[in-house]
């Protein structure tokens, strides 16, 4: 039982790390039934129930919460969860590295992210059942995994769970940070498109985060959120309907284009590809949260044909983007859109998607401050008053620095790039496949014959790490080399 300070200070308790996703899942309680997706990697609300390492409640009726989702509704989550800015990023991923490798890539990258899923998802069940929990998400998988792991493992099972919600929040953070350069440098693109005022990137970022403060201060509450997430669906659903029925006119013969670029390149291609296909840190929560949780899993199931229509999507728009702006003097930009004709139409496109990911910034801000802040009011013991002033504040800062991020690295692409290499990897392809192996290590028939299993969550896991480390090392390198000369094809700030 949770004793009367710990109900209080809910985020504090012995699951004070696990806020990631105690706060995120209640961003769905607002209108349209309570079912609108908030953002990518935003999770899901799930039901009331709380998660105690060290108690073993019943593994309950979680579908009989009256905010269960149906399977329709669940597979709009992930795949609504899955697309977002990065979608924009594909066809300069696929032109860095190739048009065969490139597409190929993108495929084999969304089977693999697609399979850890799935990996995750078995953990999560299993752990489950041996433990008596309702549900448990990526945190808490982490936790158990290791308690229940080799002895050598089970005294790091508490870092276990820091570790990946650290990541987690790492991810989140990210993403506002490479919305603030999305944004900004999309605007510039329109205001320098129709006058003659030309400023640099930072400036239109100074203009964005005076529009962002007091939005993230009095519109940043869950119920006004969900209505910024529908508005931010709508904009994007129209926004890839225009730029796709572009970008498939007037394409070039794929035999013009390399197969293959050179090795250099292909650690920013993973980075972009992991960035984009980042929506683990919603899988198990939007499972949690169905009525039927059992149609989750399987070839069949809502996680396959979300994460296919995902990857498809991925490669159709990065395929036929490359195909449209690639072998062109001015080369395929961080967001596609930024290569789109300067009409009425796609600029009426850039505005609308600009905002769509302007009020994604307020989802994904509302996540790692409502984590954080409640860690800082219970130590500073604050009134109701100065804790309201002292909230408005922290917001600022946060939003300030976020800012001061994406104003130190301005190259959109780049960005992207780091972000998927050093957060998106580490969630979406190192963890999911070391907790595999943890959480069956005591069943090792399960792992198939000759254990084949272990040796493929062991390649898959070197896979991510030497994209974590090449990927980090390669964008780093990019964006140092634009700072000295940033008059270089591609270094526009």
């Known amino acids: 039982m949770m004793d009367e300070t710990e109900e209080k200070t809910p985020l504090m308790n012995s699951d004070s790390e696990n806020g990631y996703s105690s ?172 006058s003659d005022w030309k400023q640099i990137i930072q400036v239109h970022e100074v203009l964005l985060v005076i529009l962002l403060i007091p939005f993230v201060i009095f519109f940043c509450d869950l119920k006004k959120l969900s209505y910024a997430s529908m508005a931010a669906n709508v904009a994007t659903v129209i926004a890839l309907i225009v730029i796709f029925q572009h970008i498939v006119q007037h394409t070039k013969p794929a035999n013009r284009f390399p197969a293959f670029t050179e090795w250099s390149k292909v650690p920013l291609f993973f980075g972009s590809a992991m960035y984009a296909f980042e929506g683990i840190g919603v899988v198990l929560p939007i499972e949690n949260k169905m009525k039927t949780p059992e149609d989750y899993r399987g070839l069949s199931g809502v996680l396959t044909l979300g994460m296919t229509t995902v990857t498809v999507l991925y490669t159709a728009v990065g395929f036929y983007g490359y195909l449209r702006y690639g072998l062109r003097d001015k080369p395929i930009r961080g967001s596609i859109t930024l290569n789109l004709p300067h009409t009425w139409l796609y600029t009426g496109v850039k505005v609308i998607y600009s905002m769509a990911i302007f009020c994604t910034y307020g989802l994904q801000f509302y996540v790692p401050v409502n984590i954080v802040w409640p860690h800082i009011t219970s130590k500073l013991k604050l009134n109701r008053r100065a804790a309201k002033i002292g909230n408005y504040i922290f917001k600022t800062g946060v939003v300030l620095i976020t800012f001061s991020i994406a104003a130190a690295i301005p190259y959109l692409d780049k960005f992207i790039s780091l972000v998927g290499s050093v957060s998106c990897a580490s969630l979406a392809l190192i963890f999911p496949p070391i907790l595999h192996i943890i959480t069956f290590w005591d069943e090792k028939d399960r792992f198939g014959p000759c254990r084949w299993h272990i040796y493929k969550d062991v390649l898959i896991a070197i896979l991510g790490i030497l994209g974590f480390i090449t990927g980090t090392y390669t964008s780093f390198d990019a964006i140092v080399d634009c700072f000295k000369n940033p008059n270089k094809l591609g270094c526009k700030a």
Do not use: W
């Not at 329709?72 to 190739?98: D, E, F, R, T, Y």
């Not at 084999?108 to 953990?123: E, S, W």
């Not at 059942?129 to 050598?152: M, T």
């Open 23 to 194: 706060t995120a899942e209640q961003l769905l309680k607002g209108p349209i039934n309570s079912e609108l997706t908030s953002s990518r990697s935003t999770p899901i609300s799930v039901p009331d129930i709380k998660y105690d390492p060290e108690k073993k409640p019943s593994a309950g009726t979680r579908s009989s919460s009256q905010h269960s989702t149906t399977n329709l509704q669940s597979l709009m989550h992930l795949i609504k969860a899955n697309v977002g800015s990065g979608i924009m990023a594909m066809p300069l991923a696929i032109s860095n590295a190739g048009i065969v490798v490139g597409t190929v890539g993108i495929l084999v990258m969304g089977l693999i992210a697609t399979h850890c899923m799935h990996l995750l998802v078995t953990c999560s069940h299993y752990l489950c059942e041996k433990e008596g929990h309702a549900y448990l998400d990526f945190g808490q998988v982490a936790e158990v995994a290791f308690k229940r792991g080799p002895g050598s493992m089970k005294k790091f099972s508490k870092a276990a769970l820091i570790v990946v919600n650290v990541f987690l929040n790492i991810t989140q953070f990210g993403f506002c940070c490479v919305y603030i350069v999305f944004i900004a440098r999309n605007v510039q693109e329109v205001v320098e498109g129709y």
